[in-house]
């Protein structure tokens, strides 16, 4: 039996469920024309940006990313352009001391937030796209250590996506105290997920494209990703935040146009 090996690290466990069930769904969808495979998945962290973008030389047939991940810019990959989860990731909430909370209540433009600082833990994709829109950014620290830095001051908020923000906000920031989601905010930029996939191996490239137009057509993608996110907008209450859009100029051409559908 062939093995696909997976690399699953460097993300929350919110994420990790959600794309592991999704790339499953596309092997299953096309055991039928290429066999069934065994999928072993390493959810191993890199804190290293140089180790995450050497993971296909180490042994990695496939991983989920942001579309134009710069440090994969200079590596060979095969990217499969289909968005995977309505460009969730690219709406955040905030995590904010709960004494700066009537501050963040006040913010109304872009141009109040620049003047605070985000915290971003070092490796993540979206440092750059906040650097580039004028965001002062400090990039410190892992997922683990964010809270405690973010507690002590060393930056004023962070920004997580909904699709992971309560399940890290419980688990990290609650045991912390003194962290709130803030209430009325929402940043929003195009930042969809795709899977990326070893050059070395074109066939599996084409079987998970197969595959998820497959699951698009049989109402499997839709069907998973209500189960792991459906409810999101109405418990998170982001159809009546106050939305401050960023631009990504990391997208690739292929994928420029990209908006996400979630709030559709």
């Given at each position: 039996?062939?093995?696909?090996?997976?690399?699953?690290?460097?993300?929350?466990?919110?994420?990790?469920s959600?794309?592991?069930a999704?790339?499953?769904?596309?092997?299953?969808?096309?055991?039928?024309?290429?066999?069934?495979?065994?999928?072993?998945?390493?959810?191993?962290?890199?804190?290293?940006?140089?180790?995450?973008?050497?993971?296909?030389?180490?042994?990695?047939d496939?991983?989920?990313?942001?579309?134009?991940?710069?440090?994969?810019?200079?590596?060979?990959?095969?990217?499969?352009?289909?968005?995977?989860?309505?460009?969730?990731?690219g709406?955040?909430?905030?995590?904010?001391?709960?004494?700066?909370?009537?501050?963040?209540?006040?913010?109304?433009?872009?141009?109040?937030?620049?003047?605070?600082?985000?915290?971003?833990?070092?490796?993540?994709?979206?440092?750059?796209?906040?650097?580039?829109?004028?965001?002062?950014?400090?990039?410190?620290?892992?997922?683990?250590?964010?809270?405690?830095?973010?507690?002590?001051?060393?930056?004023?908020?962070?920004?997580?996506?909904?699709?992971?923000?309560?399940?890290?906000?419980?688990?990290?920031?609650?045991?912390?105290?003194?962290?709130?989601?803030?209430?009325?905010?929402?940043?929003?930029?195009?930042?969809?997920?795709?899977?990326?996939?070893?050059?070395?191996?074109?066939?599996?490239?084409?079987?998970?494209?197969?595959?998820?137009?497959?699951?698009a057509?049989?109402?499997?993608?839709?069907?998973?990703?209500?189960?792991?996110?459906?409810?999101?907008?109405?418990?998170?209450?982001l159809?009546?935040?106050h939305?401050?859009?960023?631009?990504?100029?990391m997208?690739?051409?292929?994928?420029?146009?990209?908006?996400?559908?979630?709030?559709n």
């Amino acid at each position: 039996m062939q093995h696909v090996y997976f690399w699953n690290g460097n993300k929350s466990p919110a994420r990790q469920s959600y794309e592991i069930a999704l790339l499953q769904a596309c092997l299953k969808a096309t055991n039928a024309e290429y066999s069934s495979v065994n999928l072993r998945i390493d959810d191993t962290d890199y804190p290293n940006a140089d180790d995450e973008a050497n993971i296909f030389a180490n042994g990695a047939d496939v991983l989920v990313t942001v579309a134009g991940n710069v440090k994969f810019q200079n590596k060979q990959k095969i990217v499969i352009s289909q968005p995977l989860t309505k460009g969730l990731l690219g709406y955040r909430l905030l995590l904010v001391r709960d004494q700066s909370l009537s501050q963040f209540s006040q913010i109304k433009q872009p141009q109040q937030l620049q003047q605070l600082s985000i915290g971003i833990p070092e490796t993540w994709a979206d440092a750059e796209l906040f650097r580039h829109n004028q965001y002062k950014v400090i990039e410190q620290g892992t997922l683990d250590d964010l809270f405690l830095l973010l507690k002590n001051g060393t930056f004023d908020y962070v920004a997580l996506g909904v699709n992971e923000i309560e399940e890290i906000f419980k688990h990290r920031a609650v045991p912390i105290g003194g962290i709130s989601i803030e209430p009325s905010l929402m940043l929003y930029y195009p930042f969809p997920l795709v899977f990326y996939v070893n050059p070395c191996h074109p066939v599996l490239a084409q079987r998970i494209e197969k595959g998820l137009k497959l699951i698009a057509i049989n109402g499997e993608h839709e069907t998973l990703f209500s189960h792991y996110h459906g409810d999101v907008a109405q418990r998170l209450n982001l159809r009546n935040r106050h939305t401050l859009s960023l631009t990504n100029p990391m997208l690739p051409p292929d994928i420029a146009g990209f908006s996400g559908s979630l709030l559709n």
